[in-house]
T-cell receptor, first 110, second 114 residues
Framework: GQQLNQSPQSMFIQEGEDVSMNCTSSSIFNTWLWYKQDPGEGPVLLIALYKAGELTSNGRLTAQFGITRKDSFLNISASIPSDVGIYFCAGRDNFNKFYFGSGTKLNVKP | NAGVTQTPKFRILKIGQSMTLQCTQDMNHNYMYWYRQDPGMGLKLIYYSVGAGITDKGEVPNGYNVSRSTTEDFPLRLELAAPSQTSVYFC?????????????FGPGTRLTVT
């Protein structure tokens, strides 16, 4: 199957710092999605991107759909303790199948 | 509007037993999916369905079966459970509509095979 490379694998930051994570793929996607997963829960959708070059914000979160359609990044500004969790990127292909990155584990120190 | 619901939340199976994981969505989504998530890992697609009566294999289908008799329901069947099937199973659904192609997840079923 298609491989998504998500980095970094984990991050330890101080409350108030900004965070950036990204995903790259060997294939193009027509949708990029970013999810957050808390322990014991299912992934929750944060942001959906539909067009190459699109930049979308959701509160302190900003994500972009790369021009090549093979990458996407997620930024979190002014992190807070409740941002702790695992963040996953996902790409959707033309057959409506979704492929997931391996996740970025975010730790925020108060 | 409950979204995607899954039952049971937890289950312990003995090796060789069978069970069905239930998934229901009330968003009238055409597409439904089953994933498994092993500890510390991402999600791997087991099976998916593009509509009632149509199913297809994902990355890791061996040991599982699915059926889709209605738009709402997409059960996952484990036959002859093995320890390698210990995992968290997530069901998800998405719309066919152009501007609503996000994917939504259920809360998961935690399965242990001993």
């Amino acid at each position: 199957g298609q491989q998504l490379n998500q980095s970094p694998q984990s991050m330890f930051i101080q409350e108030g710092e900004d965070v950036s994570m990204n995903c790259t793929s060997s294939s193009i996607f027509n949708t990029w999605l970013w999810y957050k997963q808390d322990p014991g829960e299912g992934p929750v959708l944060l942001i959906a991107l539909y067009k190459a070059g699109e930049l979308t914000s959701n509160g302190r979160l900003t994500a972009q759909f790369g021009i090549t359609r093979k990458d996407s990044f997620l930024n979190i500004s002014a992190s807070i303790p409740s941002d702790v969790g695992i963040y996953f990127c996902a790409g959707r292909d033309n057959f409506n199948k979704f492929y997931f990155g391996s996740g970025t584990k975010l730790n925020v120190k108060p | 509007n409950a979204g995607v619901t899954q039952t049971p939340k937890f289950r312990i199976l003995k090796i060789g037993q069978s069970m069905t994981l239930q998934c229901t969505q009330d968003m009238n989504h055409n597409y439904m999916y089953w994933y498994r998530q092993d500890p510390g890992m991402g999600l791997k697609l087991i099976y998916y369905s593009v509509g009632a009566g149509i199913t297809d294999k994902g990355e890791v289908p061996n040991g599982y079966n699915v059926s889709r008799s209605t738009t709402e329901d997409f059960p996952l069947r484990l036959e002859l459970a093995a320890p390698s099937q210990t995992s968290v199973y997530f069901c998800a659904s998405s719309s066919i509509l152009r501007d609503y192609r996000e994917q939504y997840f259920g809360p998961g079923t935690r399965l242990t095979v001993t």
